[in-house]
T-cell receptor, first 116, second 113 residues
Framework: GAVVSQHPSRVICKSGTSVKIECRSLDFQATTMFWYRQFPKKSLMLMATSNEGSKATYEQGVEKDKFLINHASLTLSTLTVTSAHPEDSSFYIC????????????FGPGTRLTVT | AQSVSQHNHHVILSEAASLELGCNYSYGGTVNLFWYVQYPGQHLQLLLKYFSGDPLVKGIKGFEAEFIKSKFSFNLRKPSVQWSDTAEYFCAVSKAAGNKLTFGGGTRVLVKP
């Protein structure tokens, strides 16, 4: 089946620094990818829809200047958390949508971000 | 805005017991419905999906779900669980194929050997 990877799997950074998380579709092309945030013991919250070659669409309440999304190719989307704060610590998950059939989303393994 | 409710936050059962997880959604229009599973330490995987047609959907690993439009429900079932079914289960809804997903809160299932 379709495989989505994320890098890094874990990252620790200091407050005020920026962190970039990569999401790659390994064996298929994805015009559309999604970024989610998962809080401990809670469900996934959609942050934004990443569209190849155009601007991302952010969900209400998500700061687009803080969470920069770049979808530069059909297999790669990046999420950059700028000027990170401890409250940004979370589990970030991406998904990539196949463009045929049922347009299913395949999920990456997630990235654990800890801001100290 | 659409919302998805999963009534059980935690379920504990023994092997061979039957499992049913509830899922209700709020959107009144045409929806696509999904159940995802997240095994410990692994990423989300699709168990099954409903787009149209037969409201009883069969998925992988012996799971099935029934779409009842009048009840806005899409409950997940498995007649006989195994220890390996220990995982977190998420119901999700989208308004159209490929559209963004709204997830329920998840249900943690623990199957005791």
């Amino acid at each position: 089946g379709a495989v989505v990877s994320q890098h890094p799997s874990r990252v620790i950074c200091k407050s005020g620094t920026s962190v970039k998380i990569e999401c790659r579709s390994l064996d298929f092309q994805a015009t559309t990818m999604f970024w989610y945030r998962q809080f401990p013991k809670k469900s996934l919250m959609l942050m934004a829809t990443s569209n190849e070659g155009s601007k991302a669409t952010y969900e209400q309440g998500v700061e687009k200047d803080k969470f920069l999304i770049n979808h530069a190719s059909l297999t790669l989307s990046t999420l950059t958390v700028t000027s990170a704060h401890p409250e940004d610590s979370s589990f970030y998950i991406c998904s990539a949508r196949v463009e045929v059939g049922g347009y299913e989303q395949y999920f990456g393994p997630g990235t654990r971000l800890t801001v100290t | 805005a659409q919302s998805v409710s999963q009534h059980n936050h935690h379920v504990i059962l023994s092997e061979a017991a039957s499992l049913e997880l509830g899922c209700n959604y709020s959107y009144g229009g045409t929806v696509n419905l999904f159940w995802y599973v997240q095994y410990p330490g692994q990423h989300l995987q699709l168990l099954l999906k409903y787009f149209s047609g037969d409201p009883l959907v069969k998925g992988i690993k012996g799971f099935e779900a029934e779409f009842i439009k009048s009840k806005f429900s899409f409950n997940l079932r498995k007649p006989s669980v195994q220890w390996s079914d220990t995982a977190e289960y998420f119901c999700a809804v989208s308004k159209a194929a490929g559209n963004k997903l709204t997830f329920g809160g998840g249900t943690r299932v623990l199957v005791k050997p």
